[in-house]
């Protein structure tokens, strides 16, 4: 087994590991958040395991995670980190908020996981070979007549005209929100359980994984520039199988949207 295979496998072992751990304290533990709201203990624990993991066999690759470690970096190889997706939900004790990692390499995913603690629904995708649930290979939706379409609008997107307007533009659609984790409703697409998804987020921490996944899952998914290879600046993105992709990147095309959250 090559190198990054093994520090992928351990990556997941720890994954699925701090996961099982959460899940029996979902719902019964406190908010710490000072300098924001929806910190955990547990989102603290799981980034500075993660990040111990990358720097015994990695020393020399980049980490970029929600909690202490937002700056990103220039190396080439980086690691991207959600520590918790769905803080609130997880705090809530609801379904379904995750753990998600990516590894990029000059830019490109190579490998990604999201774990559902509260589904034990483990989520892998490796560059050129395939997209995984639970180790089953998985893939994208066919087109539907109705598009199944899951909306994930962030909390923190203030433009509330700009919100307004994407839901009446998706009036056309089957619309679902929900509280899950971002990074857990790409995966949910990537196995058939949506066909397209508009993405409005605050960062871009879980999404690198799930956008992986999707697009080796037979999917697409893109920034609203129409770029696969998405950028940590990156905001707002379309994807699906190929006529959800289609008719949702006009529905973005023909909108004039803000590039941040302001």
């Given at each position: 087994?090559?190198?990054?295979?093994?520090?992928y496998e351990e990556i997941i072992q720890f994954v699925?590991?701090?996961?099982?751990?959460?899940?029996?304290?979902?719902?019964?533990?406190?908010?710490?958040?000072?300098?924001?709201?929806?910190?955990?203990?547990?989102?603290?624990?799981?980034?500075?395991?993660?990040?111990?993991?990358?720097?015994?066999?990695?020393?020399?690759?980049?980490?970029?995670?929600?909690?202490?470690?937002?700056?990103?970096?220039?190396?080439?190889?980086?690691?991207?980190?959600?520590?918790?997706?769905?803080?609130?939900?997880?705090?809530?004790?609801?379904?379904?908020?995750?753990?998600?990692?990516?590894?990029?390499?000059?830019?490109?995913?190579?490998?990604?996981?999201?774990?559902?603690?509260?589904?034990?629904?483990?989520?892998?995708?490796?560059?050129?070979?395939?997209?995984?649930?639970?180790?089953?290979?998985?893939?994208?939706?066919?087109?539907?007549?109705?598009?199944?379409?899951?909306?994930?609008?962030?909390?923190?997107?203030?433009?509330?005209?700009?919100?307004?307007?994407?839901?009446?533009?998706?009036?056309?659609?089957?619309?679902?929100?929900?509280?899950?984790?971002?990074?857990?409703?790409?995966?949910?697409?990537?196995?058939?359980?949506?066909?397209?998804?508009?993405?409005?987020?605050?960062?871009?921490?879980?999404?690198?994984?799930?956008?992986?996944?999707?697009?080796?899952?037979?999917?697409?998914?893109?920034?609203?520039?129409?770029?696969?290879?998405?950028?940590?600046?990156?905001?707002?993105?379309?994807?699906?199988?190929?006529?959800?992709?289609?008719?949702?990147?006009?529905?973005?095309?023909?909108?004039?949207?803000?590039?941040?959250?302001?």
């Open positions: 087994m090559a190198l990054m295979e093994k520090v699925v590991s701090s996961g099982k751990r959460i899940a029996k304290i979902a719902g019964k533990i406190k908010d710490i958040g000072i300098k924001k709201q929806y910190l955990t203990e547990e989102d603290l624990a799981i980034e500075r395991g993660m990040r111990a993991i990358i720097l015994k066999h990695k020393p020399k690759h980049g980490f970029f995670a929600e909690e202490e470690h937002d700056s990103f970096p220039k190396d080439e190889d980086v690691w991207i980190v959600d520590p918790i997706s769905g803080t609130k939900t997880f705090i809530q004790g609801l379904p379904h908020y995750g753990i998600a990692i990516a590894h990029t390499k000059s830019g490109i995913t190579q490998f990604g996981a999201v774990y559902d603690p509260s589904a034990n629904e483990l989520f892998t995708a490796y560059r050129g070979k395939g997209a995984f649930l639970n180790g089953k290979k998985i893939s994208i939706s066919k087109p539907n007549k109705k598009l199944k379409v899951v909306l994930n609008l962030s909390l923190q997107w203030k433009d509330e005209k700009s919100a307004q307007k994407i839901k009446q533009q998706l009036s056309l659609f089957d619309v679902e929100t929900n509280q899950n984790s971002f990074g857990v409703n790409l995966c949910h697409l990537a196995c058939g359980r949506f066909d397209g998804t508009i993405t409005f987020c605050k960062d871009t921490f879980p999404i690198f994984a799930g956008a992986l996944i999707i697009q080796e899952a037979g999917g697409t998914f893109t920034n609203d520039l129409g770029n696969s290879n998405i950028s940590q600046k990156d905001r707002i993105f379309v994807g699906g199988n190929k006529e959800a992709y289609k008719q949702l990147w006009e529905v973005l095309r023909k909108m004039k949207l803000p590039k941040s959250l302001s």
